[in-house]
């Protein structure tokens, strides 16, 4: 939690984003995006991702249209200065746990996610999802606080 913490502090220092506005600008790293696909993507709701993609254009990180078929539907995209920003961010943390868990032996790492699963077990944890921070991958793979915080429906389709 320490880390976290740590890690979202200096987010802020270093880019000005918070965790959740750089989840997002990762979402969008690779092209347009609907709103609505965006918060399946990062698991909050359309309202959530909605206001942090307020902040977001206010800060010209992002920019938006509506689709010229269904004008209903409605894209974000990173602007030039957003791409910028993106590409100063520091690697997201668990990226960081990712490699460090990567370096270990086989031996070390079932045993850890042993110990893992064991805690969530005693917690009776183990339907919970993570958290919308966290990549949705198979550890060996590479994966991609404050005014952003998941409203009670984001937290609430979590448990």
């Known amino acids: 939690m320490r880390a976290t913490d740590l890690y979202s502090k200096n987010l802020k220092k270093r880019t000005g984003l918070t965790t959740p506005q750089l989840v997002i600008l990762l979402a969008l790293e690779?092209?347009?995006?609907?709103?609505?696909?965006?918060?399946?993507?990062?698991?909050?709701?359309?309202?959530?991702?909605?206001?942090?993609?307020?902040?977001?254009?206010?800060?010209?990180?992002?920019?938006?249209?509506?689709?010229?078929?269904?004008?209903?539907?409605?894209?974000?995209?990173?602007?030039?200065?957003?791409?910028?920003?993106?590409?100063?961010?520091?690697?997201?943390?668990?990226?960081?746990?990712?490699?460090?868990?990567?370096?270990?032996?086989?031996?070390?790492?079932?045993?850890?996610?042993?110990a893992f699963q064991r805690v969530a077990r005693m917690m009776n944890a183990e339907a919970i999802e993570a958290s919308p921070l966290l990549a949705v991958q198979p550890i060996t793979e590479s994966a991609t606080s404050g005014e952003d915080e998941p409203s009670s429906t984001d937290r609430a389709q979590k448990a």
């Not at 920019?63 to 997201?92: C, H, M, Q, W």
């Not at 868990?101 to 996610?113: G, K, R, V």
């Open 30 to 114: 690779h092209g347009e995006l609907t709103v609505s696909t965006i918060a399946e993507r990062v698991s909050l709701s359309v309202a959530t991702v909605t206001a942090i993609l307020d902040r977001l254009e206010r800060q010209v990180l992002i920019s938006r249209r509506r689709s010229d078929k269904d004008r209903r539907r409605v894209y974000a995209f990173l602007t030039e200065i957003g791409k910028d920003r993106l590409k100063n961010a520091p690697t997201a943390l668990q990226h960081e746990f990712i490699d460090a868990f990567s370096a270990l032996d086989d031996w070390e790492q079932n045993f850890i996610t042993a």
